[in-house]
Nanobody, 123 residues
Framework: VQLQASGGGLVQTGDSLRLSCAASGTAFSRYTMGWFRQAPGKEREFVAAVRRGITYSSDSVKGRFGISRDNAKNMVDLQMNSLKPEDTGVYYC???????????????????WGQGTQVTVSS
């Protein structure tokens, strides 16, 4: 699976942004899809994921971000609302063929990664 993330940019606090991830390859619907982010000097952290129709999100973005997928188009999106400066970072989409619920927030469980897209939220 090859992943291509897009949609990042520079926005202001309170703005919204929608990230998209296009996947190539077959059997897209079988993959768990996730979004992670990495701020400068920090480790990569889980943002959201969708597996078997169930979505998961980190506490820091719950209620503000939403993940969705379109299996017919091989796409997964991350809708980000009420953005804050602490949401700044490089956002990566990722895919996993074998992740289980208990490891869905662990980046090591994901086999495939996109190149990342920069999101900058100014105060």
């Amino acid at each position: 699976v090859q992943l291509q993330a897009s949609g990042g940019g520079l926005v202001q606090t309170g703005d919204s942004l929608r990230l998209s991830c296009a996947a190539s390859g077959t059997a897209f619907s079988r993959y768990t899809m996730g979004w992670f982010r990495q701020a400068p000097g920090k480790e990569r952290e889980f943002v959201a994921a969708v597996r078997r129709g169930i979505t998961y999100s980190s506490d820091s973005v719950k209620g503000r971000f939403g993940i969705s997928r379109d299996n017919a188009k091989n796409m997964v999106d991350l809708q980000m609302n009420s953005l804050k400066p602490e949401d700044t970072g490089v956002y990566y989409c990722a895919a996993s063929a074998g992740v289980i619920t208990s490891t869905i927030r662990d980046s090591r469980a994901y086999n495939y990664w996109g190149q990342g897209t920069q999101v900058t939220v100014s105060s």
